[in-house]
């Protein structure tokens, strides 16, 4: 198999991955609907990280139209060989007690991650008022990004990308462990709530085509469906190879910009490469779910 087109950025009329002030967006989940509207999207996924709150609010209390449709999901964080590996959820109903179950169980997760986050960086001599980043959170799930926020707020870091270099990011004394549910478990939780589970963004795993073979195998084992192939900034090998795979054990094509804020031009809000032009696509399964 040979893939023809380009690997730029293009604009779709699907958006199946992308975030909200939820998690750990900057855009209201308002916000993230009124710009697909602007960027003339027919069909919005918002996956916020491990709930789909925004979604329910949305639904709720947002200012909805008739030709952009809005569709419940969710970045799941779990845990595959002791590696951290996240899988989008789509079409879940998120209203039903199974799925809340599911959040809570996030939640409780997230919570503890936060206190020790707090406790080890206070360790650190950094001022942290609990208080003050929660209410920046506005109850979104509490990460290192709304930590980070605060830093610069206080004056603490000169911007986000220097508290994640020295204190937040991989290796340093903010990369606390987080106890995520096994791949198998949040695959499993996706589907039986109604959902089309997706591994997301394979390339940034850093693993050896051997090592992501086994990932894919895995999670297909696990009963899921499909594969972010189409995504800003992956190598042109590895989504050949990618297709090729996706072709030879009928898995679905997927793919999205993984919008978290409008300054930033390589993950615009409905951009991303263009489908391949062989193998099944999971945009065609959705319509005709």
Known sequence: LTIKDTMTNIAHTWEMHCHSTFSDGTLSAQGVYDLALER?????????HDTAAGYRWLREHGTLSDTLRLWSGAELSTVWMKRSVHIVGIGMDVMSP??????ARYDQARESRFERLLFVLRREGLTLDEAAIRAQADGATLGRPHIARYLVDTGQAKDSAQAFKRWLGNGKVGDVKQSWP???QAVADIVDNGGWAVLAHPHRYKLTWRKLEQLLDD???????????????????????????CCERDILIGGGSDFHQPEVPWARLGFYPQWPSLGPKLVDSLLNS
């Open 40 to 48: 003339q999207l027919e069909h919005l996924v918002l996956t916020d």
């Open 182 to 184: 096994e791949l198998e």
């Open 98 to 103: 199974a799925w809340q179950t599911v959040e």
């Open 219 to 245: 999670f297909t084992a696990a009963g899921g469906q499909a594969v972010e192939v189409s995504c800003p900034a992956m190598p042109p090998a590895m989504r050949q190879r990618l297709v090729d795979h």
